[in-house]
């Protein structure tokens, strides 16, 4: 029987016209771009999986309240909506507006970490980690084990590994860690999900050792309808619900808004402690602009507002993880590899499986990605061991857990027949896997070095 997937529950009201180029103009590209898919112009690209961040399409609703959006300095009329939706579904009375999700870890971060030498997460995403780092402290992972095998069933992949993290608070001393980051869902793991009970128990020993517990809610939504599918307790509860259980008792949040609030730029903190929102609105002001607009424009925050409760809707999400399912679907009955089951925002292909003849060293998953291109236009990005570096202390090259070439889904964008056409490019390169030659780096900045690194084709 054919499993039923959820169809889009929107109509088109506007397009952006595509255009596919020839594979020798492909090949032409990528190559003038040293083979780094983030200096392709996005005019040459047919299916943009680069990201889900930003990329999402507006509803009419959202439009409409672009054009109602109050550009006043100080108190406008959106900035008291945004307030009031994001009160009423994180269940804080501290909200903070600003323009992207780093730039609340910018504000945030800072004041958590103040004389403190460690933040212990499930996964810090990129960012997170560099402003972990920025503030003078350490950032330390503690994912599942269950994670790191991507053909093995396992529910909650992005969980927290609470007895890691208890011995962690142990070695390390809870007076030395500033604060306790769960991630939601988990990027950097494929998009996974944590149940609420691991969001509890991690909540729970945070404060058992006096130490603060801070969501990186960017998918909040994607894991609530997970914790939906997934979690006993929570299978007749609605989105919403779910939402306020996950955030209960958590001292803070950071949100990038580009994600699960769908629109192209904003971001959110959430704060209980007075005392510390008094430090984040003053942190605020000197980066991101008054406090009532927090570095946006007023119709930027009118979209957001409105979409904070679009992007909770219980039928988008079916559809939204429907599309995931509808693709992760067709890599297996073509025998691809992936993080399974299939994450929240993005296909996580497991490049080290489909490539194996490829050692980490010449970058499997960025030769995977190149391979995308090539075939149908469609950009994706390596997460791997060419996004993560050399190491600082040898300048070796560095050894990741996984070679994953990461899929992002942008939300409401691309249709089934969009997904069939990067099912069937993945299909035809694994017809000629083997022939497929790995990379050596030519050109490398020192850190974040694959936004701008360049590189050659082996052999
Ligand atoms: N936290 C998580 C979990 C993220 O995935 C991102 C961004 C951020 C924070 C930072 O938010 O971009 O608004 O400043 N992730 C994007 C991605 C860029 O492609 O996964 P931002």
New binding site residues.
């Given amino acids: 029987m054919k499993p039923i997937y959820y169809p889009e529950p929107f109509r088109i009201k506007s397009v952006e016209p595509l255009k596919m180029l020839t594979r020798a103009e492909r090949e032409r590209k990528i190559a003038e771009a040293g083979y780094n898919v983030f200096s392709l112009a996005s005019r040459d690209v047919y299916i943009d999986l680069l990201?889900d961040?930003g990329t999402g399409a507006m509803s009419s609703d959202q439009w409409a309240g672009v054009m109602l959006g109050d550009e006043s300095y100080a108190g406008a009329d959106c900035y008291y909506k945004v307030q009031e939706n994001a009160k009423e579904i994180f269940g804080f009375d501290y909200i903070q507006l600003v323009h992207?999700?780093?730039a609340a870890e910018k504000v945030l971060l800072p004041i958590l970490l103040e004389g403190k030498k460690y933040a212990i997460a499930n996964m810090h995403?990129d960012?997170?980690r560099a402003h972990v780092e920025l503030a003078g402290a350490r950032a330390i992972d503690c994912t599942v084990k269950e994670a790191l095998d991507t053909t093995k069933y396992y529910p909650f992949k992005g969980n927290m590994d609470t007895d890691r993290l208890e011995e962690h608070i142990k070695e390390l001393g809870a007076e030395n860690i500033g604060v306790i980051i769960m991630?939601i869902t988990n990027?950097s793991a494929g998009g996974q999900p944590v149940s609420v009970a691991n969001i509890r128990k991690t909540r729970d020993i945070a404060h058992k050792y006096g130490i603060k517990f801070m969501i990186?809610a960017?998918r909040y939504a994607e894991n609530s309808y997970f914790v939906k599918q997934r979690e006993e307790e929570f299978k007749n509860s609605t989105i919403e619900e779910i939402v306020k259980a996950s955030f209960e008792g958590a001292d803070c949040f950071t949100m990038?808004a580009?994600k699960d609030a769908i629109v192209n730029m904003g971001?959110l903190i959430g704060c209980r402690d007075k005392a510390v929102f008094e430090l984040v609105k003053q942190r605020c002001i000197s980066f991101e602009g008054f406090i009532t607009y927090g570095g946006m424009s007023g119709r930027d925050i009118e979209a957001l507002a409105r979409g904070l409760k679009e992007g909770i809707d219980e039928h988008y999400l079916r559809y939204r993880i429907g599309q995931m399912e509808y693709l992760a679907a067709r890599l297996d009955e073509a025998g691809i590899a992936y993080q399974s089951p299939v994450g929240g925002h993005a296909v996580f292909v497991d490049a080290k499986k489909l490539l194996p003849h490829i050692p980490y060293y010449e970058f499997p998953a960025q030769a995977l990605a190149i391979e995308l291109y090539l075939e149908a236009g469609i950009r994706a990005c390596d997460i791997g061991s060419y996004m993560l570096g050399n190491d600082p202390d040898t300048g070796k090259q560095l050894e990741a857990d996984f070679e994953f070439t990461r899929l992002?889904i942008p939300r409401r964008v691309y249709t089934q027949s969009h997904l069939d056409v990067i099912a069937d490019a993945l299909i035809n390169i694994k017809e000629r896997a083997s022939s497929i030659k790995g990379y050596k780096i030519v050109e490398e900045p020192p850190i974040l070095r694959h936004f701008t690194a360049k590189l050659k084709p082996l052999g």
Wanted: hydrophobic share 20%.
């Fill in positions: 990201t961040s992207q999700g780093r995403f960012t997170t991630t990027n990186d960017a990038s580009k971001g992002a």
